[in-house]
């Protein structure tokens, strides 16, 4: 089976403007979680999608959204983006919606704000 | 948020085991205990869960104490490749599930 995979891989944006990125789940796979790490703060959970719907949110401003589509690729958007937003962005995937299931992770695309 | 204890670095020589310790006092009882590590570079990479009992795959083991509130992560015979960050982490049930919380994990130096 094909991996996680998230596009682009490397993206540098001006402060401002807005960034979206994908993510595609490995096969079968309903639900995607996404995660944001800088050196500073680690890993930290942005959201969790499982059919088309968001379950879980992290602590982080409304300028971060996502969705899901029906065959349950991912998108996340940043909106109005700043300096802070530099980071590298993962997304994870997973079988099923419990805690007994592992999640894959994506090699992530990393985010240069300028 | 559920909260996990770990040595910020360990060491070891190749070919040697390594025992990894979380403590994760404040775990309820249908969180799983989930390891994954992160090699440079890389996005973290699964390497094992268990809710009560003891763990094997072929990447590793997982010891659960008794009381369920720590856990230790077995590398049989470490290899250089085995060198990353290592993460024990919550995975709770219900509408808490995917919001997996990472703590600053282990960096797992290997000596050849």
């Known amino acids: 089976k094909a991996g996680v995979t998230q596009t682009p891989r490397y993206l540098i944006k001006t402060r401002g403007q807005q960034v979206t990125l994908s993510c595609s789940p490995i096969s079968g796979h309903r639900s995607v979680s996404w995660y944001q790490q800088t050196p500073g703060q680690g890993l930290q959970f942005l959201f969790e999608y499982f059919s088309e719907t968001q379950r879980n949110k992290g602590n982080f401003p409304g300028r971060f959204s996502g969705r899901q589509f029906s065959n349950s690729r991912s998108e996340m958007n940043v909106s109005t983006l700043e300096l802070g937003d530099s980071a590298l962005y993962l997304c994870?995937?997973?079988?099923?919606?419990?805690?007994?299931?592992?999640?894959?992770f994506g090699p992530g695309t990393r985010l240069t704000v300028t | 948020d559920a909260k996990t204890t770990q040595p910020n670095s360990m060491e070891s020589n190749e070919e040697e085991p390594v025992h990894l310790p979380c403590n994760h006092s404040t775990i309820s009882g249908t969180d799983y205990i989930h390891w994954y590590r992160q090699l440079p570079s890389q996005g973290p990479e699964y390497v094992i869960h268990?809710?009560?009992s003891n763990v094997n795959n072929r990447m590793a083991s997982l010891a659960i104490a008794e009381d369920r509130k720590s856990s230790t992560l077995i590398l049989h015979r470490a290899t250089l490749r085995d060198a990353a960050v290592y993460y024990c982490i919550f995975n709770a049930g219900g509408t808490s599930y995917g919001k997996l919380t990472f703590g600053q994990g282990t960096i797992l130096t290997v000596h050849p």
């Open positions: 994870a995937s997973s079988h099923r919606d419990r805690a007994s299931y592992e999640q894959y």
């Open positions: 268990g809710l009560t």
